[in-house]
Structures are given as structure tokens and as C-alpha cells.
């Protein structure tokens, strides 16, 4: 399962970084959106994929016995989740707020109508 998991990670970074090469304001923001959940796959895969109890300690125990799931990796990719739903939401309003200003969704043409200013 984790060698799947790898593979899909590197087609997402793949596919992530293509679409961010790309001139079109749209497919950089799609590219942003598939690196964020490359990201938290890739977190989600670090923890390790165990099918195991929460990680609670009982009354009568000192120590954590048996296979637990790690809840750290769980609080990052949710940290990263809402960080990331921030930063698309940011971009997405920037992005129209560039379109009804200028017109432009081209990045190139962007960059020749502020050399024109």
C-alpha cells in the first residue's frame, strides 16, 4: 500500500509543478491545489499506515501497549489542510480581481502591460 501511495505522490508533485510552469493564472492555481494534497498525502505516509487502537492510556496502564495510531501526523495534515484552503482562497480572489482589472489570464501578457505602465 505504501509503495501505491508513493507512486500517486510523485504523479500529484508531477502534475503539480507542470501545471504551476504553465502561463495560464487558472492551471497555476490548480497546480497549487495538487501540491497541497501531494503534501498531505506525503505527511499522511510519513506517520505510517497502521491499523491500530487511538492512542489513549487506561487508568491501570503507564505506558501505551500494543500497535496505536500516531496522532501527530493527523494534526499536521489538518493544520495543513486549513492553511492550504487559505492560500487558494487568496489566489482565487486574486486571481479575478487581475482578471476584472486587466482583462489578461495570460501570464506573459501580464508581464508586458506592466512594462507598458
Same mark, same amino acid.
Do not use: C, H
Given at each position: 500500500?505504501? =509503495? @501505491?501511495?508513493?507512486? %500517486?505522490?510523485?504523479?500529484?508533485?508531477?502534475?503539480? =509543478?507542470? #501545471? =504551476?510552469?504553465?502561463?495560464? *493564472?487558472?492551471?497555476?492555481?490548480?497546480? !497549487? @491545489? @495538487?501540491?497541497?494534497?501531494?503534501?498531505? %498525502? #506525503?505527511?499522511?505516509? !510519513?506517520?505510517?499506515?497502521? $491499523?491500530?487502537? +487511538? +492512542?489513549?492510556?487506561? /487508568?491501570?496502564? $503507564?505506558? *501505551?501497549?500494543?500497535?496505536?495510531? /500516531?496522532?501527530?501526523?493527523?494534526? #499536521? =495534515? !489538518?493544520?495543513? @489542510?486549513?492553511?492550504?484552503?487559505? %492560500?487558494?482562497?487568496?489566489?482565487?480572489?486574486?486571481?479575478?480581481?487581475?482578471?476584472?482589472?486587466?482583462?489578461?489570464? /495570460?501570464?506573459?501578457? %501580464? $508581464?508586458?502591460? /506592466?512594462?507598458?505602465?
Amino acid at each position: 500500500m505504501e =509503495i @501505491i501511495l508513493a507512486v %500517486l505522490i510523485g504523479f500529484m508533485y508531477a502534475a503539480g =509543478i507542470y #501545471l =504551476i510552469l504553465r502561463r495560464s *493564472l487558472v492551471k497555476l492555481i490548480v497546480g !497549487l @491545489i @495538487i501540491l497541497g494534497n501531494a503534501v498531505n %498525502l #506525503l505527511l499522511f505516509l !510519513l506517520g505510517g499506515i497502521t $491499523k491500530g487502537q +487511538p +492512542p489513549v492510556i487506561g /487508568d491501570a496502564e $503507564k505506558l *501505551l501497549a500494543g500497535v496505536y495510531a /500516531d496522532p501527530l501526523p493527523q494534526a #499536521l =495534515i !489538518l493544520t495543513a @489542510i486549513v492553511i492550504s484552503f487559505g %492560500l487558494q482562497a487568496f489566489a482565487m480572489v486574486l486571481l479575478q480581481r487581475e482578471y476584472i482589472q486587466g482583462g489578461v489570464e /495570460d501570464l506573459d501578457n %501580464l $508581464k508586458e502591460e /506592466d512594462e507598458e505602465k
